[in-house]
Each structure stands twice: as C-alpha cells, then as structure tokens.
C-alpha cells in the first residue's frame, strides 16, 4: 500500500521534554512538509525539504526542528522551546516542490501534560 | 490581506443542492489552485486540482478558475449529508524563495442537511 504513515497518532509531552513526530512515505516522492493545525485554523507551514539533506523553515519553525538524512523519512522534533505545542501535526509529501500536489498523512495530535 | 482567504462559513444547504465554495488569493502569478476536503478529526483528502482559467470537472465537483479576478471556486452538485466536512483551499504562489510552496486558507465548514 503506497501512502505517508504518521506515528503515533497521538502523544503526550511532559513540561520541558523533547518530543518526536514520525512522517514516512513509500511514494518516492522528493518533496515533504510539516504543518500545523489549531482548532478552527487553517495549515501553517512549519518546514519543508525539497530533496534529501536540504530543508527550510515555514512560517512557525521556531521551537520546532528536522532531519531529512533519507528520502523517505521527515521527522519532526517539538522541543521543550515551544512553548504552546498542543496542536494537530500534518505531514504531506509531493512528486517535487515544482509539481506540488501534495498528499497528506493522517497527523498526530500532540497534547501537554 | 492574507494570500489566501474564505469565507469561514458555517455555509449550509439541503440535500440535493448545488453548494458553492469561493477562494479569493492575493499573488496574481499563482499558477497552481488546489481544493482538499478535511473532516472532523481527520486530515486533508485532495479533491481537485486546477491551473487553468476555466472549469474543471470531476463527477460531482467542478472546481472554476478566474486568474484576472484572483478567485477560484468549488461547486458540490447534488450535495450529499457525506459531503458535510471543512473544504480548504490551497494556492501555490509564484513569488521568489516561496515558489513551489502551498498557501492554505482558513478553510469553509459545510454542512449538507437531508
């Protein structure tokens, strides 16, 4: 089955813990996102990467960081700076940034204990 | 103004019904215009694709593109109660370091009552 897997689906960060958010995808494609979504809100870009090892700040990046070592994997890692985390977390993927139909995961739902 | 923006809705019509759904963008040089269907709870499923001025049709659904007045819409013919769910529209601008990135708008809540 070609498709993005998001894991887990949901996840619960302690005060001060790094936490991270797994994106794979089986449908060879170049390009993957990272967004975020607030209750009532639209998509907010928090990074993306063209092709492996390269990858640029969304709009939000701040507090957040990733990693694009392979082309299937984007993780993404909320760290103990962002301060309002709780959020629903969409990863999406595309043929290329030029050719930018994007697909997306099902999404985690980060909580703060 | 934001690059792309809706009408947040809620926008309710019967069964049976044609509901419209309008998405207005900001960047002139927007080539690419993207409609996806998110409900409750779940992420975004993509329901069409438009880059050309015109209509696009796709079973129930026509997606229509008017570059000179920056807006493009979505049209639900025969709505259904299974269509009720948030429409985002999504626009890639043409713009410097941004090219190739999608602009999302806050998205319209439909709900289709039988």
């Known amino acids: 089955d070609g498709g993005i897997t998001q894991s887990p689906k949901y996840l619960f960060r302690k005060e001060g813990q790094n936490v991270t958010l797994s994106c794979e995808q089986n449908?060879?494609?170049?390009?993957m996102y990272w967004y975020r979504q607030d209750p009532g809100q639209g998509l907010r870009l928090i990074y993306y990467s063209q092709i492996v090892n390269d990858f640029q700040k969304g709009d939000i990046a701040e507090g957040y960081s990733v990693s694009r070592e392979k082309k299937e994997s984007f993780p993404l890692t909320v760290t103990s700076a962002q301060k309002n985390p709780t959020a629903f977390y969409l990863c999406?993927?595309?043929?290329?940034?030029?050719?930018?139909?994007?697909?997306f995961g099902a999404g985690t739902r980060l909580s703060v204990l | 103004q934001k690059e792309v923006e809706q009408n947040s809705g809620p926008l309710s019509v019967p069964e049976g019904a044609i509901a419209s759904l309008n998405c207005t963008y900001s960047d002139r040089g927007s080539q690419s215009f993207f409609w996806y269907r998110q409900y409750s709870g779940k992420s975004p499923e993509l329901i069409m694709f438009i880059y050309s001025n015109g209509d696009k049709e796709d079973g129930r659904f026509t997606a229509q593109l008017n570059k000179a007045s920056q807006y493009v819409s979505l049209l639900i013919r025969d709505s259904q109660p299974s269509d009720s769910a948030t429409y985002l529209c999504a626009v890639k601008l043409a713009r410097g370091s941004t090219l190739g990135r999608l602009y999302f708008g806050r998205g319209t809540q439909l709900t289709v009552w039988p």
């Open positions: 449908l060879n494609h170049d390009a």
């Open positions: 999406a993927s595309s043929i290329s940034v030029a050719k930018n139909i994007q697909y």
